[in-house]
């Protein structure tokens, strides 16, 4: 996503203290659990939709996390998005992940110090996505790189 959008990277580099914040974009804009199924339980409506005990309902949390009665243009990568938090890729509810707060913050430290020591880093060939509908990823993403020269 940084390397699409270097004006975002940029304004990471001059802001350090936005990796947080920008992490949960890219889970928003890019989330990596795309569908989840649940059952329902008892007797409910979703959408105007009847759903009786036992029926599956699947979920687009990707779809979700693109939900214009959410994010202001949700199409729009942008690190600095206010709400970016709201996303649903940790799911929610008694389904929210539990490492989610260590994900996000091992996550915004990698990222931190691997663009702090990669300045120039961008992905340099076709990179490969996962074969899988559910769980989003990349088998190859080749990149390359030039080191800090240190002072």
Same mark, same amino acid.
């Given at each position: 996503m940084l390397d699409g959008h270097p004006d975002q990277l940029r304004w990471l580099q001059e802001n350090p203290d936005g990796?947080?914040?920008a992490v949960d974009e890219v889970l928003r804009h890019q989330s990596p659990v795309q569908l989840t199924l649940r059952?329902?339980?008892r007797e409910t409506e979703v959408a105007g939709k009847r759903f009786l005990p036992g029926?599956?309902?699947l979920l687009y949390l990707g779809g979700a996390n693109r939900d214009? =009665?959410?994010f202001?243009?949700?199409g729009a990568f942008d690190v600095t998005r206010p709400n970016a938090d709201q996303h649903l890729a940790f799911? =929610?509810?008694v389904h929210f992940c539990l490492g989610a707060s260590l994900a996000r913050l091992e996550t915004a430290v990698a990222l931190r110090t691997l663009y702090e020591r990669h300045p120039g880093l961008h992905v340099a060939g076709r990179p490969e996505r996962r074969e899988t509908r559910v769980l989003r990823g990349f088998e190859r993403l080749p990149v390359r790189t030039t080191a800090?020269?240190?002072a």
């Open positions: 990796w947080g914040n059952i329902a339980l029926h599956g309902i214009p =009665a959410v202001t243009d949700p799911s =929610a509810g800090r020269v240190a």
